[in-house]
């Protein structure tokens, strides 16, 4: 914990997004507090978040697209042997799911898959390393764990959301995705109510796969600003057993993103 | 926590990653994978036919094996047949040697006590003579007699 900050202080910080922003009083400018942040509405962007997501992003593009570009048939290397496992796991799990032809459901799921993970995995580096290296260089917010950012897992969720509106309307058209949503499960004398609940059902989707991913990585981020609140001698106590049951979190997190993904878009595509 | 452009931001990465991935990463790792899979399959192929294929010559090797024994034994039974043949032959040949030189020695013989027989003959011509002159007291003109000498040898 750094010094001359009360708890409280503390807390906020590391929860506090480095925000740029049009500051209805500064104009275009990075928030000095999280009031400051939340003033600029919606014209603003987390720019950690951001630059952490992308990077991590890019970081899994580069180690995937570089085995690809070197793949044999033959034996593998160590790498390719690594980035061949995950891909099969993630291509049984499609396939077990997804019974449709489509080519994108399964590089979209590796996508999420790991990057979800990799996102999930800033979250064992040490709450204070990488804000106090910032900060030394003068950046004063820096979270560092995208996932535990609303607008980063709303925004894939959004994507996915998108994505289901679409398949369903390619797949059964417009009329035919209204009648699914429109005339079950009840027939069509109760049409109004049959609405409402697949509508709710529809939304409750991305909602749920944001919200999970989300309400998972920042109760464990805050847990572990919470441990990091201790003396310093005692912090190994709490943060060993509970980093290593994170590790289970944000692998199972990832995996859950990515099989409801696949779910939802096999819904998107079977006629009912 | 305030809702913003990041969102808009996060979708238009994902966007990105996600056409990458399916672009650069996706089909040649799965493609890889498949001709693994193809090339495993082959060998497992190709082995099952080395083994059918040694089976195979196994089965040829013993078949070839039963038929020149078989023909060795119909060989060597021949040679006893022909070895039995050949000394049954020399047998033959001998007893008939023999049978042969038997009946030369016998014709020899013969010709010999005939040819004693002569001598015998004309001597005993000669001492009949004698004999009848001393028994005449006088000689005999074996010319005229020469008749009666021969008919009294003939018939000895």
């Known amino acids: 914990m750094a010094s001359g900050m009360t708890s409280s202080e503390y807390i906020a910080h590391h929860l506090t997004n480095l925000t740029y922003g049009n500051h209805p009083d500064n104009g275009w400018s990075f928030a000095h507090s999280a ?37 044999t048939t033959g034996v593998p290397s160590g790498t390719q042997n690594f980035v061949e496992m995950i891909i099969e796991f993630v291509d049984e799990n499609v396939k077990n799911v997804f019974h449709h032809k489509n080519a994108l459901i399964a590089p979209m799921a590796l996508t999420i898959f790991v990057w979800v993970f990799l996102m999930n995995l800033m979250d ?24 535990t950012d609303l607008n980063v897992t709303l925004g894939m969720s959004l994507a996915v959301f998108i994505l289901i509106i679409f398949y369903s309307i390619q797949q059964k058209g417009i009329g035919g995705f209204l009648a699914e949503l429109s005339l ?16 709710v059902g529809l939304i409750a989707k991305p909602i749920s796969l944001a919200l999970r991913l989300f309400g998972n990585m920042y109760a464990g981020e805050m847990i572990f600003i919470l441990i990091a609140l201790l003396p310093f001698w005692a912090q190994w106590l709490l943060s060993v057993p509970w980093a290593l049951f994170h590790i289970l979190i944000i692998t199972l997190q990832a995996f859950i993103f990515m099989v409801l993904t696949i779910v939802y878009l096999a819904m998107a595509h079977d006629h009912h | 926590m305030n809702m913003n452009m990041t969102i808009i931001g996060q979708i238009i990465s994902f966007i990105i990653f996600v056409y990458l ?9 799965t493609a890889a994978l498949a001709e693994r899979q193809k090339k495993i399959a082959e060998g497992l192929d190709a082995a099952d036919k080395a083994a059918r294929e040694l089976e195979e010559a196994q089965q040829s090797v013993e078949a ?3 038929e020149s ?63 009848a002159e001393k028994i005449l007291g006088a000689s005999i003109d074996v010319n005229n007699h020469q008749e009666l000498v021969d008919k ?5």
């Open chain 2, 21 to 29: 991935c399916m672009k650069y990463v996706w089909p040649p790792l």
């Open chain 1, 124 to 147: 064992l580096i040490p709450v204070d390393w990488i804000p106090s290296i910032a900060g030394m260089m003068g950046i004063h917010f820096m979270k560092i764990v995208p996932s």
């Open chain 2, 69 to 131: 024994k078989a023909q060795a034994a119909t060989l060597i039974e021949q040679a006893n047949k022909r070895a039995s043949q050949i000394v049954d032959e020399a047998k033959e040949t001998a007893q008939a040697e023999a049978d042969r030189i038997k009946a030369a020695a016998a014709a020899d013989v013969e010709q010999e006590v005939n040819r004693a027989k002569e001598v015998l003959r004309a001597q005993v011509a000669t001492l009949v003579v004698a004999g």
């Open chain 2, 152 to 156: 009294l040898a003939a018939e000895l």
């Open chain 2, 64 to 66: 070839v094996l039963q």
């Open chain 1, 35 to 71: 009031q400051e942040a939340s003033e600029m509405g919606f014209m603003a962007i987390n720019v950690d978040s951001m630059a952490w997501s992308i990077g991590l992003g890019t970081f899994f593009i580069w180690l995937f697209s570089r085995v690809a570009r070197t793949a």
């Open chain 1, 184 to 199: 079950q499960p009840l027939g069509k004398w109760a049409l109004p109510f049959n609405l409402f609940l697949e509508l």
